[in-house]
């Protein structure tokens, strides 16, 4: 069965530092991995996805992620955090032995300090 | 090209009472999910429905909660009767064919008081 966890509950940092939210992933299969983000009283959206295609994958805002098979990872990284990043960040998985039924992390809540 | 649409936003009832949300997913998405998110958590999978058939249904409390999409379309969640815990927020997503970008609508948050 497919499994994600993310590692960080809480991850804060300063504007203008990096950023890496951390995410395993459990899977059978060739997974698709997929990070959301959810701001404040606003909807989930999409900030990238990988499916088997290009293991760097960039998404919008700066945002981008590695899939590294070796480390069953899929980090989330930007190297420079301002402050409309601060948001829920949630990393998915899903796999064809899964039919491809989407797993929640249970979240990261990234801080950003001015 | 509008979003999914999700009424109502906000409903407060007691326990035990019946309560139901509506989806409308965007045109043409034959995949429809709905999720419940409790404070705190990531969305948990309810059901998932592939035009109108149930893909999966496997984390659905159904003695008391119940989900349809009889033309394919729009859907229903109901809980009947309601409990304390189902208070959280109720989150309904499309994508056009499974393993794809979900598009999330804006929920409806439940309180059960």
């Known amino acids: 069965a497919q499994s994600v966890t993310q590692l960080d509950s809480h991850v804060s940092v300063s504007e203008g530092t990096p950023v890496l939210l951390r995410c395993n992933y459990s899977?059978?299969?060739?997974?698709?991995l997929f990070w959301y983000v959810q701001h404040p009283n606003k909807g989930l959206q999409l900030l990238l996805k990988?499916?088997?295609?290009?293991?760097l994958v960039k998404g919008i805002n700066g945002f981008e992620a590695e899939f590294k098979k070796s480390e069953t990872s899929f980090h989330l990284t930007k190297p420079s955090a301002h402050m409309s990043d601060a948001a829920e960040y949630f990393c998915v998985v899903s796999d064809k032995g899964g039919s491809y039924i989407p797993t929640f992390g249970r979240g990261t809540s990234l801080i950003v300090h001015p | 090209e509008a979003g999914v649409a999700q009424s109502p936003r906000y409903k407060i009832i007691e326990k035990r009472q019946s309560v139901a949300f509506w989806c409308n997913p965007i045109?043409?998405?034959?995949?429809l999910y709905w999720y419940q998110q409790i404070l705190g958590q990531g969305p948990k999978l309810l059901i998932q429905?592939?035009?109108?058939?149930?893909?999966?249904d496997s984390q659905l409390p159904k003695d008391r909660f119940s989900a349809e999409r009889l033309k394919g379309v729009d859907s229903t969640l109901k809980i009947q009767p309601a409990k304390l815990e189902d208070s959280a927020v109720y989150l309904c997503?499309?994508?056009?064919?499974?393993?794809?970008?979900?598009?999330f609508g804006p929920g409806t948050r439940l309180t059960v008081l």
């Open positions: 045109s043409g998405h034959a995949t």
């Open positions: 429905f592939q035009n109108n058939g149930v893909v999966d």
């Open positions: 899977s059978s299969y060739s997974p698709s």
């Open positions: 990988y499916t088997s295609a290009a293991t």
């Open positions: 997503a499309s994508t056009k064919t499974p393993n794809n970008e979900q598009f």
